[in-house]
Structure formats: C-alpha cells, structure tokens
C-alpha cells in the first residue's frame, strides 16, 4: 500500500480518518495502530512520515519518489527511528536510546518521527518511559506505536494516542489472491486462515519446514489418539526438535488450532470450513475419538497456551502442560 486511495481499498475508515487529518493539517501527536499481522499496520504508518518528509507532496498523498520518501522505505531517514523488539521484548535500554537521540536537532528539519512495532512487548520501565516521552511531546515529534493487541498497551499511553483500530481482511478476497497468485483452493484456505500477508503466504507455501510441521501436526494427533505412553517422547524428540524458537511453537501451536477447530467442524457437520484437514476417513476416525466437549477443551488450551508463550513461559513448559491436558 504506496497511497491513501490503495489504503482505502482494504482499510476504507482508517484511510478517511488520517487523510482528513492531513488536509486540515492535524496530524496526531502519537497514534497507536492496532490490527493483525498483514492487515497494513507498517504501510500505514510508513505513509504517515512520508507525508510528514515528502519534498513533493501531492495533496494527501507523497511523491514516493524524492530523497526522504526513499530513504524512509529503506529504514535508513536520519530523522525517522524505528525501536524493534530486542529478543522477546523492548527493553528500557533502547527508550532511553530513543530518547537521548531527540534531544538533537533533526538532520535535515525540525521534524521527528519515532515507530514501535511489537509496542505490546514493551517491558513495564519501558512503557513508563514512553508514557513520559507522550506527556511532553515535541510539537515536531511524532510517535507511531504498532501492536497486533492494544489492551497489553498501558491504558495511559492509549489514552495519549489517537487510537487507529485496523479490520481483519476479508478471508474469501485474499484466497482468491493467493490462487492467482498460483496456490490450489485447499492450500488458499489454510493459508488465509494462518496469516494476512500474501507474501508470506507464498512463503510458507512453498517452505520444506512448513511442510514438515503439518505433517507433525497429524502425527501428533494421532498419537493421542493411540493411547500410548509415547505423546512426551514425541514432544521432546519430534515437535521441540522441529519447532525451535518461539515464534516457531506459536505456528506449530496456530496449526493445532485449526486442526482441532477441523474436528469440531466435523462434528457439526460443517465441512465447508474446514481449512487443515480434507473430509476423508481420516477425520471420521478423529472425530470419533475427540468428543465435542473435549475439543472445546482442547482449543480452551491452546488458546491459553498461545497467551503463555507471549508472556514468556518457557516453551517447553507450555507444551508439555498443554500435551497433559489433551490426554486427560
């Protein structure tokens, strides 16, 4: 998303909200803009410093092609900084970092622009010393903070900010993206129902390790389903080997998800949602084992399993409490 008008197409309120903004020149101090992964949050607010540093600005809309829109899309504008998380989190280390960093004159204006993405994961001091940096803003400061969920932000910062709430994309028009873009219908489903971004969709497509981990997502499954003593030999030995790094044990955890929503639909006789699993013998078979009521207690866990690892319970530990629950 390069101009307002393409932001309009998947995000027509957001698109009205902060051109109107720009036309009658009020630009928000702060904003925090919150939606899933690949619903624009990054376009979005990469739009916003370019209209703030664009030399040839064209109403709402900048010229994408001048100096400063450039060296904005490349990270690389003395005068736009961008705090990541470092690890799992953003650390005090790097606000204070931040912080010494405005205290100059900009470069090339008297204009500054500071992103946060992954704002979520500030840590307490972190967060409290934005909240300081928000009360006593610049008048040509200003803070774009990104988060995929704004209830984690501290309710005083999001009250200093002018909250910009993205909608999920529609599944049906992105699944007809990715099978133009050459992807069969059952691979668009599973796709659409794991991310909102087409690249990374196409991707995951086509990645030896993704293909690999649904595979031990139905071995896993079916190793419930076996009554064996061997679910925490295969944790340990298969699923942790696989799934290394947390970010990788959300996905295999988001697979479970969907595999398990797959019996339910199965039960309920619901097959045209089905997203991770074909209707097929195979299924049958699950969704005799699995009763409704332990499904929706597994998905129950999974789901809290999801909230621990973004609260830095060691993985580990997450599977294994999540493997004992579905074996109850």
């Not at 992954?118 to 001091?125: C, F, P, R, V, Y």
């Not at 139905?218 to 699923?239: G, K």
């Not at 332990?294 to 129950?300: E, F, M, Q, V, W």
Request: net charge negative; with cysteine.
């Amino acid at each position: 998303m390069k101009t307002w008008s393409e932001v309009a197409e998947v995000q027509p309120m957001v698109s009205k909200i902060i051109t109107n903004s720009i036309m009658k020149d009020r630009i928000s101090h702060a904003y925090l803009i919150q939606g899933a992964r690949g619903t624009g949050k990054e376009a979005i607010a990469v739009l916003i410093a370019k209209v703030l540093f664009c030399e040839n600005l064209d109403g709402v809309n900048p010229c994408l092609t001048c100096n400063a829109c450039k060296r904005i899309d490349s990270h690389n504008h003395p005068d736009v900084h961008w705090i990541e998380p470092d690890g799992q989190s953003i650390k005090i280390e790097q606000i204070r970092n931040l912080q010494k960093e405005f205290t100059y004159s900009g470069l090339e204006s008297d204009q500054k622009v500071y992103m946060i993405k992954g704002a979520e994961t500030l840590t307490a001091n972190a967060a409290n010393r934005i909240l300081k940096f928000l009360e006593e803003p610049s008048q040509k400061t200003t803070a774009i903070m990104l988060t995929e969920n704004s209830q984690s932000i501290l309710p005083t910062i999001r009250s200093r900010c002018q909250n910009i709430d993205l909608q999920p994309l529609n599944a049906r028009r992105f699944q007809e993206k990715l099978i133009e873009s050459g992807l069969n219908e059952a691979s668009a489903k599973l796709m659409s129902a794991l991310t909102n971004n087409l690249d990374e969709a196409m991707e995951w497509s086509q990645d030896e390790w993704f293909a690999e981990a649904r595979k031990l997502v139905v071995q896993l499954i079916e190793t419930f389903t076996d009554n064996s003593n061997d679910v925490y030999l295969f944790i340990h030995n298969h699923w942790l080997q696989h799934f290394k790094e947390r970010i990788k044990i959300e996905q295999g955890i988001d697979l479970l998800l969907l595999a398990f929503k797959d019996i339910l639909y199965s039960h309920l006789g619901n097959e045209e949602s089905l997203v991770f699993f074909q209707q097929d013998e195979r299924l049958e078979r699950l969704s005799m084992y699995f009763s409704q009521e332990k499904l929706i207690s597994i998905l129950h866990g999974l789901l809290d399993a999801k909230r621990k690892l973004k609260q830095n319970v060691h993985p580990t530990l997450v599977m294994e409490q999540v493997t004992l629950q579905i074996e109850r």
